[in-house]
C-alpha cells in the first residue's frame, strides 16, 4: 500500500474486487468512528459493482433510513449547502491546496529576510542594499528586526546572569561606554 | 499586505499521528477539529473507492453543530433514490434499478471539467512540492540560516563570546534598526504623496522573495 496509486479504474478484476473489498472495510469503519468519536449521526450507502446483491449499509447513531430521510426532509438549500461530489470535493481541494501554496511563499519569504538581514550584520553586503526595495518590504524588515533585537536583549540578560554582575551591561540608550566600564 | 509577524521559527507543523481511544470526545473544539479532518478523508475515501472500483456512494453526516455533510458518486439524489427504492426490493427488482442507474453515472469522471480540475489539482499540488523543496533548500543549504545569525547563540551559550563582541552586535543591529526605520519613513512618505498603494490581495512587487529572482540578495 506504500505506492500510488493512479485515480482510475482499476484494469485487473481480480485486484479491483481486492480493492474494493478493503476500501469499502475501512469506509464503513471510519463511519462508525467518526460518529462515535464525535457523537453524530452518520451513514454510508455503497452499491459495488455486483448487481444482484443490495447496497452495503452502515449507519452510526442512528438507523440509516432514518438518517436518509431525514436528509430527503430537509429544504432543497440546506442540502445543498455541504453536499458533495466528485467535481465539488476537487474544487475544495485544489482552493486548499492554493492556500497552502501561498504560505509556504511567505514562509520562504520570510527566510530570505532573515537570510538579508544577517548578511548585512555580519558585513556580507553593502550597507545600502535595501535602496531597491518597497515600503511593504521594509516594514517587514523592521519586523524581522525588531524581533532579533528582543532576542538579543533576551540573550543579554541570560549572559549577564552567567557571567556575573561586573561584566553588566545595558542595551538601553546604546551605552556601549557604559558596558566597558562594568557599570 | 503581508507583514511578518513571526520569529524567523518556521511554525511546527502537527504532532504527527498518535493512536485514540475510539470513543466520544470531551472537549467541544477538539471534537469539532475531529470531525472536520475525518469528514474531509472520509469524503476522499469514498471519492477513490467509486474512482477504482467503480462503485456507487452515498454519505451523509450530521456534524456537531447539526450542519448536515453529504457526498454522493455519481450523486446523493441518484444514490438515495435507488436506495429508497430498493429498500423492500427483491433480488431481480435489485438488478432493474442497478441497470438504470448504470446509464450516465460511470461515466462522470471522464467529463471534461472533472478532467480539467483533475490536471488543476495535479498542478497545485506540484506547486507546493516545489515550495517545500525551495524551503527546505533554504533552510539546509550551506546551513546559511544556522550559520549566519545563530552562532553568536550559541557562544552565548557556552560562555565564550567577548564582552566587545556582543556590543558590536547590539551596535550593528541598532544601526542596521536605524537605517531601515529612515528607509521605511521615507518609502511611506512617497507612497502617501503619490497615493493609494497598489494591491488587488496577493502582494506582487517585493524586492526580496515572491518571484524568480527570489534570493537575489544571497
Known amino acids: 500500500m506504500g505506492t500510488k496509486v493512479k485515480r482510475a479504474l482499476i484494469d485487473r478484476d481480480s485486484s479491483r474486487k481486492a480493492s474494493y473489498k478493503k476500501r469499502k472495510e475501512s469506509i464503513q469503519r471510519k463511519v462508525l468512528e467518526l460518529g462515535t468519536l464525535c457523537d453524530v449521526s452518520a451513514c454510508s450507502i455503497i452499491y459495488g459493482e455486483e448487481e444482484t446483491i443490495g447496497p452495503e449499509v452502515t449507519a452510526s447513531n442512528g438507523d440509516a433510513l432514518e438518517i436518509v430521510l431525514k436528509f430527503r426532509n430537509l429544504t432543497s438549500m440546506r442540502q445543498r449547502s455541504f453536499m458533495f461530489d466528485q467535481e465539488r470535493l476537487l474544487q475544495d481541494w485544489i482552493s486548499k491546496t492554493e492556500k497552502q501554496v501561498l504560505r509556504k511563499k511567505i514562509d520562504i519569504r520570510e527566510m530570505d529576510l532573515i537570510c538579508a538581514m544577517y548578511q548585512e550584520l555580519e558585513g556580507l553586503k553593502p550597507t545600502n542594499w535595501f535602496d531597491g526595495l518597497t515600503w511593504v518590504d521594509m516594514a517587514d524588515i523592521l519586523n524581522v528586526i525588531n524581533l532579533t533585537r528582543n532576542r538579543v536583549n533576551q540573550m543579554q540578560e541570560k549572559w549577564r546572569e552567567v557571567a556575573g554582575s561586573e561584566l553588566a551591561g545595558s542595551i538601553v540608550g546604546n551605552n556601549h561606554v557604559n558596558c566597558a566600564q562594568g557599570r | ?218
Open chain 2, 1 to 218: 499586505m503581508v507583514v511578518i509577524k513571526r520569529n524567523g521559527r518556521v511554525a511546527k507543523p502537527s504532532t504527527g499521528r498518535k493512536k485514540i481511544e475510539i470513543k466520544k470526545i470531551d472537549n467541544k473544539s477538539s471534537q469539532q477539529v475531529t470531525f472536520s479532518k475525518r469528514r474531509a478523508g472520509l469524503f476522499k475515501k469514498a471519492s477513490e473507492l467509486c474512482i477504482l472500483c467503480g462503485t456507487q456512494i452515498a454519505i451523509i453526516v450530521f456534524s456537531p453543530v447539526h450542519k448536515i455533510f453529504s457526498f454522493g458518486h455519481p450523486s446523493i439524489e441518484a444514490v438515495i433514490n435507488r436506495y429508497l427504492q430498493g429498500v423492500n426490493a427483491e433480488p431481480h427488482q435489485q438488478n432493474m434499478l442497478a441497470q438504470e442507474m448504470e446509464s450516465g453515472s460511470s461515466n462522470i469522471m471522464d467529463t471534461a471539467s472533472i478532467q480539467a480540475l483533475n490536471q488543476q489539482y495535479d498542478m497545485t499540488m506540484k506547486a507546493l512540492e516545489m515550495e517545500k523543496k525551495r524551503a527546505a533548500d533554504i533552510r539546509g543549504e550551506s546551513g546559511m540560516m544556522t550559520r549566519l545569525g545563530f552562532w553568536w547563540e550559541e557562544r552565548i551559550d557556552e560562555e565564550t563570546i567577548e564582552v566587545e563582541e556582543l556590543e558590536q552586535y547590539i551596535f550593528a543591529i541598532e544601526d542596521l534598526m536605524g537605517r531601515a526605520a529612515m528607509k521605511a519613513d521615507d518609502l511611506m512618505m512617497r507612497a502617501i504623496l503619490d497615493g493609494p498603494f497598489p494591491t488587488n490581495g496577493v502582494p506582487q512587487n517585493y524586492g526580496i522573495g515572491f518571484g524568480p529572482q527570489s534570493n537575489q540578495f544571497l
